[in-house]
């Protein structure tokens, strides 16, 4: 990831979904697990992504 995709994406109206998909597919389930880590389910996850989207 390139320092300004991240800019970009931390100042877009989505930054959680932009953010995200910006992982490469490997990483995304290292996410998730680090998610987990401060309590969030995977199911929490995918709900915030979908709510960013609408």
């Not at 800019?7 to 990483?27: I, V, W």
């Not at 996410?31 to 199911?43: D, L, S, V």
């Amino acid at each position: 990831m390139k320092k300004k995709e991240i800019r970009k994406a931390l100042e877009g109206g989505t930054p959680f979904s932009s953010l995200y998909s910006l992982l490469p597919s490997g990483q995304k389930e290292k996410f998730k697990q680090f998610a987990a880590a401060f309590g969030f389910t995977e199911r929490q996850v995918r709900e915030r992504l979908r709510k960013e989207t609408r």
